[in-house]
């Protein structure tokens, strides 16, 4: 199964800056909600109908590495995400659990960001359900 989403960001998303102040670095942490709809036809609703939210944690390991965890609420279920990147335009994602429709699913996806103010990307997510 592969879903194919639009993300928007919600605001600015908290932030936990650890010195040095300002400027990402380890040990600072980013909490952000995003909002979600169709790239596509699916979920039995047309293009650009909201489908669902997410709710990540971001947690910087260095200056340029993050790590991310994310909860996707989508209709009949949520998935679990996991993806430790850089900061770069495309990112790499494992998808490492759900419930309902998602219960223990597994696979993997990537997000691309689409603008330069990174406040919309493109998320696919190509799952095995058992």
Same mark, same amino acid.
């Given at each position: 199964? &592969? ?5 928007? &960001? ?8 650890? %010195?040095?102040?300002? $400027? ?5 942490? *980013? ?33 340029? $590495? ?7 609420? *989508? ?5 679990? $995400? ?20 998602? %219960? ?6 990537? $997000?691309?960001?689409?603008?330069? #103010?990174? #406040?919309? %990307? *493109?998320?696919?997510?190509?799952? *095995?359900?058992?």
């Amino acid at each position: 199964m &592969t879903i194919r989403l639009l993300s928007f &960001t919600t605001g600015q998303g908290v932030w936990l800056d650890r %010195a040095p102040k300002r $400027v990402a670095s380890k040990g600072d942490v *980013l909490w952000v909600r995003d909002v979600l709809r169709n790239e596509l036809p699916q979920f039995g609703r047309p293009k650009n109908a909201v489908v669902g939210s997410d709710h990540a944690t971001v947690t910087f390991v260095s200056q340029h $590495v993050t790590l991310l965890k994310s909860r996707i609420r *989508l209709p009949g279920g949520t998935l679990q $995400v996991q993806a430790r990147g850089r900061d770069d335009k495309r990112s790499r994602l494992s998808v490492v659990g759900g419930t309902g429709t998602f %219960a223990y699913a597994r696979g993997r996806g990537y $997000v691309e960001t689409l603008n330069p #103010s990174g #406040s919309c %990307a *493109l998320r696919v997510y190509h799952l *095995l359900l058992p």
